[in-house]
């Protein structure tokens, strides 16, 4: 049980801080900007995660939780009526419209009610949900691509087909009124129109009377947390009687979980990479906070090291005076963290976009995070800052001893003997006098020099990257023509670019190489020998479905192909074999993909294909699949695990001999890929075998000069824009902007934190000269009085004031040219279109910048010194 | 009764050719409630003498003992605390936290203890001292003699077994000085002090009950009888 | 559902635990508070109530009222041996009056007779005696009651200047005596100062009486110095001198000094006096040097 003395030291610690005005404020300024650059990593971190989130429950095209389907009223009735759930949507689909205009982006005709429509990012510009009759809603790109005006009234005539059903007999037309509408989201992977309950009742009972089966409902729930959504839905099922894990019993019930609720996404987002590269940013702020604050308190308890020998005295023991310097930091963290971190939360807001446009993220769907965790976080770390910063200074203020209070000598002991007899030169006054404070002085060279160097580095960062080798790396062509799928990624299948398109462009581009490749369409296999198959099934995460083996003992495997003509083979990659026979019409020859990487295990792969061995690729005419369990197809969201079993009917098969295995460039390639044996086909030999099948997927050419470049990418910028969204293309100048706009980002990000950085220096040297000539006040008084003019005074401070900015500039120069080689080693290891280069040209332009701010600052403050008499800072000396 | 004793302190500062012993061997009695002065002329050892028995700092060799505790042997952190609660000190100069006010000042060990303070006999020290009207003023309000009577308050404010003073009057003209002398020696009567006092001057040192000659580091005389 | 019993139990261990450490601190808080409390009412010197438990409180408390009940009945002691004291001044006092003036008067009236040279020595010699000894009881009995705050001073605000003219007048005829001189030094404008006048006359008049004693040629200045809180009264003489180690010493009780052994006075005056200017707030101090006469400084509280 200790005395409580808390009040009175908490007393002492608090009004000691009020009597130096200066070091607050650059106290204050210091914790602000190192509180800043937290705030901003962490508002950037929690922004980055709450926009992938956004985002993906975007493209999901809904944020509920998650989803029972295919439920009946009576079972809606029974499940809402658990206590977890706190909200629910129901959504009845009526049917899909996936011709034109809505190719590209299939529109879904359904009911949903006003929670559903709220959690389907449905948010009406003008109108109402539609309650009766044929009114409906819809956004505004659905509206252009059918030709009508977004006015409320509109007559709008719709066909889509029955959910479910392909044929025509399940096609509706119909005219409904438009009611409301609301902006389209890009995200958004199919265009919603709603209609009303009772339109969608109606049109239950009309198709259950033509033979169709009855409409079902999707009934969306909502919890009251996001936490274990898949627990939450299962004690749901089942104790509102249904069962989820038998597909075959009566209550079986099926439901979803959104996946964008899943934590597999948080690790995907937090690699170890990127936790240590946080770790790495956070450590160098500290470090930066560390060398001002420390500074700061160590030259303030110096000056001020008889107040502490006095209290000594008086009998506060070490512990009391290591509480008042840490209660005077946590004073000034008191106004210094809220101002960096709403500062930094401002920051953090504006480079969000700057961020986003380095992921795959669109940069309209940005939402900053308000997470607490920013401002706790920030919090936290700055406080642990300064607790570690003052650390040093209050060990040194609370060793001190008593002794020192009785001593009357000004500024700190100066120990030792000044070896030279040359006289009192005001440069050698000034050079003793930097060495007064060692602590002091060496704090303010790392300072300074930290942050020369850290300019030396970005711009050694940003410098190194190399354009052209990006471009040459990623582009096998000046000019990539295709349909917007395909740049999509988009697994499914894809329209693609028409015969006279591809005349089109040819004719417009003075072209040097023409290339053009296709994709054989359609469901292809090749046929597996039992070692190949078992390889494949135990590789393939998850399971594979259940096949019979053919009467040959050979299994059907999924693959794509690719066929390119003669121009594009010199762009493949050959890793053994001979390509020019993908050109031979003499027989029938393919070339299996494959990648650096796994060429190395294929050598010592029994089960690969040799060159010259022959592989059989074949086309079904239809694949049966049976979900064993229940005798039927299996339903929607079924895992295809081995308790699905496939069926291939009919498949016409085809023998090829494998002539080399290569590698195609990503932007040549299919951009889609599958566990199977992928190949790559002469054009003329696929079109013969796969005929219509054969399908252009796009065009790549060269151009020699650069007016022609220029003109071609005039030509397909206008094409493109002409095209309604159908035609994309990539060129070297769109990958030229695309990395100017990486480099730029890296840029303004590595100048912000320059900046900082800077300023902290600039801030630690203020407050250094500063304090050193307030110190030394008197001293100067009385020199003064012996005879040394003003004039001379101030060569003294302003040599000082070099010696600490020239000379750190010098050391920052030395070091910048000691770490390139090593920093240009280390970033070309990471970022392969980085050129290593030699440049110290940031630190020489900033010495002489470096040193006007060492000549002005002593400057200004001796003469804010000299406003009071000689005489009276004498006086002050008793 | 001995309030304090000093046995065979030594003082050695340096090392080799710098070695400068600033106390060699001294021996001391202080009665409880005497005034004893302590006059000697610079360097010779007596500002070092106050040192130890302050527990400021720690002797070579010898003993330091007040109210039959050996301080030179505590570590750091309890002579500290012992300072706290029974050694009171004036100096020449800069006695007062400057951030403090002159009532705050005064019973500042005591609050460090934190310990009830006895607000009558605060009351009356101030009024003793003459300070009733500059209860709230700052140091840098006050004149150079009125921070030393806040000085010999909060000396006083504590009661505590022994009152070190190191030239306080040095810093003062002469007139100023005298008054602060002469609160010095009557409060002391009046509060049944201990009080031992440094100084090179013989007329100051007058006022004590006994004075005692340090010269070169040793006791010349120790003006015994009364 | 079973981990929801193992996390309640763990939360309510918890929370057990973090209550009964609080509650330790709080008690043992108390306790010392208590202990605190009832030392600082003894030192005070109130009352308090004991109270009777099993605490462990209780027990300090009865041990402590027993030990200062045990102090309380040294301090009636004490009292009663004061008492006494009083009743045996009284006593001397009033019964040695009557011998001591007769002795007096008679020796006076055997002056007046017809003596022999010799005889008349003797006379003298008896007078002298009869004087000092007059002049020590009279002391001795002052001393006593002031010592044993039997009487007591009453300081009030008084002009020392004009105190110092009345003992500079009644000292006069005797300094005359011995071919002295007896100076004021006044400042312009009062001092005045805390004082009880019969007594710092008293004391005053002690010091010159010794300083005339002890001086053989030249005089006594008696000046008033004035100081933001104090006032001085200085008696400077041109006498023997004190020797520095004789310094402390001639505040003693009964303490002659080598130099003075031929001289009168029973060692007593300026011990009373310093006690009286004690008492009053007040100090003396001396400097001196052997054959460079003394000076002897009276400092008195405003």
């Given at each position: ?44 971190m929690?922004?980055?995660s ?29 499940l809402?009526s ?15 419209s ?14 949903m ?11 009406l ?12 809603i ?6 252009r ?25 399940a096609?509706?037309?119909d ?5 409301g ?19 969608a009742?109606?049109?239950g ?14 009934l ?6 996001s ?5 939450k839905m ?11 894990s ?17 934590f597999?996404?948080?690790s ?21 906070g ?5 500074n ?21 023991t ?7 310097i ?52 920030s919090a936290l770390?700055?406080i642990?800052t ?68 850290i ?9 190194g ?12 062509t ?23 398109e ?59 192909i ?5 121009a594009?083979?010199?762009s493949l990659?050959v890793?053994?074999?001979?390509i020019?026979?993908?050109n031979?019409?003499?027989g ?6 494959s ?20 592989i ?8 049966l699949?049976?979900d064993?369990?229940t005798?039927?197809?299996p ?10 079993e ?9 023998e ?14 299919l ?5 199977g ?30 007016a ?9 910028s ?36 320059v ?12 407050n ?54 090593l920093l ?11 050129s ?16 006007l701010?060492?000549f ?10 000299t406003?009071?008499?000689v ?8 | 009764?001995n ?18 012993n ?6 001391l009695?202080?009665?409880k ?25 720690r ?16 570590k750091d ?38 310990a ?18 500059k209860k ?52 002391a ?32 005389s120790?003006g015994?009888?009364? | ?5 193992v ?13 009964s ?18 030392i ?35 301090a ?11 009743t ?11 011998p001591?003036?007769?002795l ?25 005696e ?5 002049f ?60 009880d ?46 020797a520095?180690e ?19 006075g029973?060692g ?6 310093r ?28």
């Amino acid at each position: 049980m200790r005395v409580n003395n808390r009040k009175c030291v908490r007393r002492i610690g608090v009004r000691s801080l009020l009597t130096n005005k200066r070091r607050n404020i650059i106290a204050i300024a210091a914790i602000a900007l190192t509180a800043i650059l937290f705030t901003t990593l962490f508002t950037i971190m929690m922004s980055i995660s709450s926009t992938y989130e956004t985002n993906s429950f975007r493209l999901l095209g809904g944020y509920a939780h998650a989803t029972f389907k295919d439920v009946t009223d009576e079972d809606i009735a029974k499940l809402t009526s658990h206590k977890l759930i706190k909200e629910y949507g129901e959504r009845i689909v009526l049917g899909v419209s996936a011709e034109a205009p809505f190719t590209k982006r299939s529109a879904e005709i359904s009911y949903m009610n006003d929670n559903d429509t709220k959690w389907s990012y449905i948010k009406l510009k003008e109108g109402h949900l539609p309650t009766s009759g044929k009114e409906v809603i819809m956004d505004t790109e659905a509206l252009r691509l059918l030709g009508v005006e977004p006015k409320l009234g509109e007559e709008i005539t719709l066909s889509f087909n029955i959910l479910g059903f392909e044929d025509e007999s399940a096609i509706v037309l119909d005219t409904f009124t438009l009611v409301g509408y609301w902006e389209f989201d890009q995200l958004c992977p199919a265009h919603f129109i709603n209609v009303s309950k009772e339109y969608a009742d109606e049109f239950g009972k009309m198709i259950t009377e033509k033979g169709y089966e009855p409409l079902r409902a999707n009934l969306d729930v909502m919890f009251s947390s996001s936490v274990d959504i898949e627990g939450k839905m299962c004690r749901v099922a089942e104790e509102s009687g249904f069962t989820f894990s038998q597909p075959e019993a009566d209550n079986y019930i099926r439901f979803g979980v959104n996946p964008g609720y899943t934590f597999a996404k948080g690790s995907d987002m937090f690699t170890p990479a990127t936790i240590a590269c946080i770790l790495a940013f956070a450590v160098l702020v500290i470090f930066t906070g560390y060398l001002i604050i420390y500074n700061i308190f160590q030259i303030s308890v110096v000056g001020d090291i008889r107040f502490y020998g006095l209290l000594k005295t008086i009998g506060t023991t070490s512990r009391q005076i290591k509480r008042v310097i840490r209660i005077q930091a946590l004073a000034l963290c008191v106004i210094g963290i809220p101002l960096g971190i709403l500062l930094g939360y401002g920051l953090g807001a504006i480079l969000m976009p700057v961020v986003i446009r380095m992921s795959t993220m669109s940069a309209d769907a940005i939402t900053i995070s308000t997470s607490p965790v920013i401002f706790v976080a920030s919090a936290l770390f700055e406080i642990l800052t300064v607790i570690v910063s003052t650390a040093k200074p209050g060990r040194l203020a609370a060793k001190v001893s008593p002794v020192e209070a009785v001593r009357y000598t000004e500024g700190s002991g100066v120990n030792g003997k000044r070896k030279t007899t040359k006289g009192a030169k005001v440069i050698s006054m000034a050079i003793a006098n930097v060495g007064r404070n060692k602590k002091k002085t060496v704090l303010v060279f790392i300072s300074l020099a930290f942050a020369l160097v850290i300019l030396n580095s970005v711009n050694l960062f940003v410098g190194g990257f190399d354009r052209e080798r990006w471009i040459a790396a990623t582009d096998a062509t000046d000019f990539l023509v295709a349909n917007t799928q395909y740049f999509k990624f988009n697994g499914a299948s894809r329209s693609s670019i028409s015969t006279e398109e591809i005349e089109a462009i040819k004719e417009n581009t003075n072209a040097s190489l023409w290339g053009e490749a296709y994709e054989v369409t359609g469901y292809t296999v090749y046929k597996a020998n039992e070692a190949q198959y078992r390889e494949y099934v135990d590789s393939v995460p998850g399971g594979q479905p259940y096949q019979k083996p053919q009467e040959d003992g050979g299994y059907y495997l999924g693959s794509f192909i690719e066929a390119i003509n003669p121009a594009l083979t010199e762009s493949l990659k050959v890793y053994e074999g001979d390509i020019s026979l993908l050109n031979d019409k003499s027989g029938r020859y393919v070339a299996l993909l494959s990648d650096d990487e796994s060429y190395k295990y294929l050598k010592d792969d029994p089960n690969a294909f040799k060159i010259g061995d022959k592989i059989t690729y074949g086309r079904p005419e239809t694949v049966l699949t049976l979900d064993k369990r229940t005798g039927e197809i299996p339903g929607e969201g079924v895992i295809y695990d081995d308790n699905i079993e496939e069926e291939f009917i009919d498949v016409t098969e085809c023998e090829f001999t494998v002539c080399a295995y290569v590698g195609v460039p990503i932007s040549l390639s299919l951009r889609k890929g599958s566990f199977g044996k992928d190949g790559v086909l002469g054009a003329d030999t696929a079109k013969e075998v796969f005929g219509d099948s054969v399908v252009p997927m796009f065009v790549a050419f060269n151009t020699d000069s650069e007016a022609d470049e220029a003109a071609a990418e005039q030509y397909l910028s206008n094409l493109s824009k002409e095209s309604a969204g159908e035609l994309e293309y990539e060129s070297k100048e769109i990958k030229r902007k695309e990395f100017e706009d990486f480099k730029n980002m890296f840029a303004i990000f590595g100048g912000v934190l320059v900046a900082i950085i800077g300023m902290v220096g600039v801030l630690n040297f203020i407050n250094a000269i500063m304090a050193g000539i307030i110190a030394r006040k008197n001293e100067i008084a009385v020199l003064q009085a012996i005879g040394m003019t003003g004039k001379q005074v101030k060569e003294m401070l302003v040599t000082e004031g070099l010696i600490y900015t020239v000379g750190a500039g010098v050391i920052a120069l030395v070091l910048s040219a000691m770490l390139t080689p090593l920093l240009n080693a280390t970033i070309e290891n990471m970022f392969w279109f980085y050129s290593g280069h030699f440049s110290v040209t940031p630190v020489l332009i900033m010495i002489p910048i470096f040193a006007l701010v060492g000549f002005l600052i002593p400057a200004i403050s001796y003469k804010g010194l000299t406003k009071v008499s000689v005489v009276e800072r004498i006086r002050e000396l008793g | 009764m001995n309030i304090l004793e000093a046995k065979g302190l030594k003082k050695i500062y340096g090392e080799g050719e710098n070695k400068v012993n600033a106390l060699r061997g001294v021996d001391l009695e202080v009665k409880k409630g005497e005034f004893v002065a302590i006059v000697g002329t610079s360097g010779s050892g007596k500002s070092t003498l106050l040192h130890m028995l302050g527990g400021l700092d720690r002797p070579t060799e010898g003993e330091v003992i007040i109210e039959q505790k050996d301080i030179s042997k505590l570590k750091d952190e309890e002579v500290t605390i012992f300072r706290r609660r029974k050694i009171g000190f004036i100096f020449q100069a800069f006695n007062l936290v400057p951030v403090l006010n002159v009532y705050e000042n005064i019973v500042l060990p005591i609050e460090l203890d934190g310990a009830k303070i006895d607000k009558d006999f605060v009351e009356e020290i101030i009024n003793t001292l003459g300070l009733s009207g500059k209860k709230e003023a700052l140091p840098n309000q006050l004149s150079g003699g009125q921070q030393q009577r806040v000085a010999i308050a909060r000396a006083l404010a504590f009661r505590p077994a022994i009152i070190l003073a190191d030239e306080p009057t040095g810093n003062l003209d002469s007139k100023t000085g005298q008054d602060v002398l002469s609160l010095l020696k009557v409060s002391a009567e009046k509060f049944s002090q201990t009080i031992v006092m440094i100084t090179h001057n013989d007329e100051i040192a007058q006022l004590a009950d006994r004075i005692i000659r340090i010269e070169d580091g040793c006791i010349v005389s120790k003006g015994e009888g009364r | 559902m079973m981990n929801d019993i193992v996390l309640y139990i763990g939360i309510a261990a918890a929370v057990l635990g973090v209550g009964s450490f609080l509650w330790s601190r709080i008690s043992t808080k108390k306790t010392l508070d208590r202990v605190e409390e009832l030392i600082d009412k003894a030192i005070d010197g109130d009352t308090f109530q004991e109270s009777f438990s099993e605490e462990r409180t209780s027990r300090l408390e009865t041990k402590l009222t027993e030990y200062l009940r045990a102090s309380g009945v040294s301090a009636l002691n004490v009292k009663n041996e004061r008492d006494k004291i009083k009743t045996l001044i009284a006593d001397i006092s009033h019964q040695t009056k009557t011998p001591i003036a007769n002795l007096v008067l008679h020796s006076e009236l055997l002056k007046e007779s017809d003596l022999n040279p010799e005889q008349e020595e003797c006379v003298d010699a008896v007078l002298r005696e009869s004087d000092k000894l007059r002049f020590l009881i009279d002391a001795l009995v002052k001393l006593s009651r002031l010592e044993n705050g039997i009487l007591s001073l009453n300081p009030a605000k008084e002009s020392v200047s004009s105190i110092v003219t009345e003992v500079a007048a009644e000292m006069n005829s005797k300094a005359d005596k011995k071919g002295l001189y007896i100076k004021t030094d006044l400042p312009d404008g009062d001092v005045s100062a805390s004082l009880d006048r019969k007594w710092t006359a008293e004391a005053l008049i002690n010091i010159v009486d010794n300083a005339v004693k002890y001086t053989q040629t030249g005089g006594i200045t008696l000046s008033v110095k004035d100081y933001e809180m104090f006032a001085c009264i200085t008696v400077k003489d041109t006498g023997i001198g004190i020797a520095e180690e004789d310094i402390p010493k001639i505040f003693g009780r009964f303490n002659r000094l080598e130099s003075s052994r031929n001289e009168e006075g029973v060692g007593i005056g300026l011990y009373l006096a310093r006690e009286i200017v004690k008492l009053e707030g007040g100090y003396m101090k001396v400097s001196s040097k052997l054959g460079e006469g003394s000076e002897f400084a009276v400092f008195l509280k405003k």
